[in-house]
């Protein structure tokens, strides 16, 4: 139960947060940016962003990690572990301004941590759907193609949207299996 609740918190704390500094942002749309963008190379709050959001959310994460590994499904875990990756290397290696595809050094880690976010934590939801039922293959369909998306057409109208859709089921499948373990 307590990786639940870190989990529901953590989600929570990362809306709320968006939420408040998007307006900090000139021209931040939550529709059509990353949520990297809010605190890219650059940014108003780039700080903030990197030290006070994604940092506390991704060790968070590692502790939900932490909490599930005696649990099974281990699916769990590793997910768990890939969002921990996605959010602390996003707290370490901020991308550059617009995260492209290609970049610096800095954005080529950024969008590793973020590919294993997403194709590990898609892989992740669909292990999950062996023992918690067919929504969580649903969900790690949703990641993976929200994943290929944000990829194949980097400058969407919707990446934001995208991304924030696939978040949703990476923190939904996490809270849930992790519920479900404990």
Same mark, same amino acid.
């Given at each position: 139960?307590?990786? +639940? ?8 704390? %990362?809306?709320? &947060?968006?939420?408040?500094?998007? *307006? /900090?942002?000139? $021209? ?9 963008? =809010?605190?890219?190379? $650059? ?17 968070? %994460? ?6 599930? /590994? ?18 602390? #290397?996003?707290?370490?290696? *901020?991308?550059?301004? #617009?995260?492209?595809?290609? #970049?610096?050094?800095?954005? $080529? ?23 918690? #039922? ?22 969407? *109208?919707?990446?934001?949207? =995208?991304?924030?859709? &696939?978040? +949703?089921?990476?923190? $939904?499948?996490?809270?849930? &299996? ?5």
């Amino acid at each position: 139960m307590p990786a +639940t609740a870190i989990t529901i918190v953590a989600a929570l704390y %990362l809306f709320v &947060a968006l939420i408040a500094l998007a *307006p /900090r942002k000139p $021209g931040y749309s939550h529709f059509r940016h990353s949520i990297s963008e =809010i605190g890219e190379t $650059g940014a108003p709050h780039q700080r903030f962003v990197a030290l006070g959001l994604f940092l506390p959310v991704g060790l968070a %994460l590692l502790l939900v990690a932490f909490l599930l /590994r005696p649990a099974l499904p281990a699916a769990a875990t590793a997910l768990a572990l890939c969002l921990a990756i996605g959010y602390i #290397g996003a707290a370490v290696f *901020p991308c550059d301004p #617009g995260s492209p595809m290609s #970049g610096t050094w800095r954005q $080529g880690l950024h969008n590793l941590a973020g590919g294993v976010e997403y194709i590990g934590g898609g892989f992740a939801l669909m292990a999950l759907s062996e023992n918690l #039922g067919q929504p969580f293959k649903l969900a790690g369909f949703i990641v993976l193609g929200a994943a290929i998306a944000i990829s194949v057409v980097p400058s969407s *109208p919707v990446r934001g949207l =995208i991304q924030r859709i &696939a978040e +949703t089921c990476l923190f $939904g499948g996490l809270a849930w &299996a992790s519920w479900q373990a404990a």
